[in-house]
């Protein structure tokens, strides 16, 4: 019984694990064929037909990545593409990777998307083997910035809290020197000392709050041999 318990919770937490793909394309083909093939490698899919219900699901669903045709009616995916990177009413969506599909082979088009924030292009007719691997590095550039963004964040938290100690620290040195030395007014000492044991009551619950942070960043990351393994690793594995 402990062991099929266990076993549920492994395949919940694997389920909850995968990755995320919304495939906008006006071609219905497409749609269908990209939804049965990446759900077999274990994606989950949701699927738009035009930019304007990409926008949508985008907003409802939170992908982890977006695989964008650009040639589509209502709005082409250069102007989904413009919005989610600079409408402030996108920002929370900004740093989801995108590849484009276009049947157009153009150098010019691919530097304007490139310009515009996508992570790859991809010519029309596509073989699916060479969609996956791209996929895949996308995938796996963008993890690897989420490791360093967290890594910087818990950083600056922690220098964050070093600061507040080190000045806290001289604040209350001189206040203790005079009690210690039996200087100064013993009741404008005693006021300090209270306003030292507030301000430390404040820092403590600011240090608990920051390391829980510090926690939370720290469940989400992959150790330094992790990541050098994930760079390393074949695109197809």
Request: negative net charge; hydrophobic residues 40%; contains cysteine.
């Amino acid at each position: 019984m402990i062991k099929e318990q266990m076993n549920e919770q492994i395949k919940e937490k694997e389920m909850d694990n995968r990755k995320k793909i919304l495939i906008v394309d006006d071609e219905l083909i497409n749609l269908e064929f990209f939804d049965l093939m990446l759900s077999k490698l274990g994606f989950v899919v949701e699927k738009a037909e035009d930019g304007e219900e990409a926008l949508e699901v985008i907003k409802k669903w939170d992908p982890d990545l977006i695989m964008l045709d650009n040639i589509m009616p209502k709005m082409s995916g250069w102007e989904v593409t413009k919005l989610l990177k600079t409408s402030p009413e996108y920002g929370k969506w900004r740093d989801i990777p995108i590849i484009m599909f276009s049947a157009m082979d153009d150098v010019k088009d691919k530097i304007e998307g490139f310009d515009l924030g996508i992570d790859d292009y991809i010519t029309k007719p596509f073989n699916f083997s060479e969609v996956i691997a791209r996929m895949m590095a996308v995938l796996r550039n963008h993890e690897m910035i989420i490791q360093l963004k967290n890594r910087e964040t818990r950083l600056e938290m922690q220098e964050s809290v070093c600061e507040r100690l080190e000045n806290y620290i001289k604040t209350v040195m001189p206040v203790l020197e005079n009690v210690c030395n039996n200087t100064g007014n013993p009741e404008e000492n005693r006021a300090k000392l209270l306003e030292c044991k507030k301000e430390y009551d404040e820092i403590q619950k600011e240090v608990a709050g920051l390391q829980e942070e510090v926690r939370k960043l720290k469940c989400s990351e992959k150790n330094l041999d992790s990541l050098v393994e994930e760079i390393r690793k074949p695109v197809t594995k």
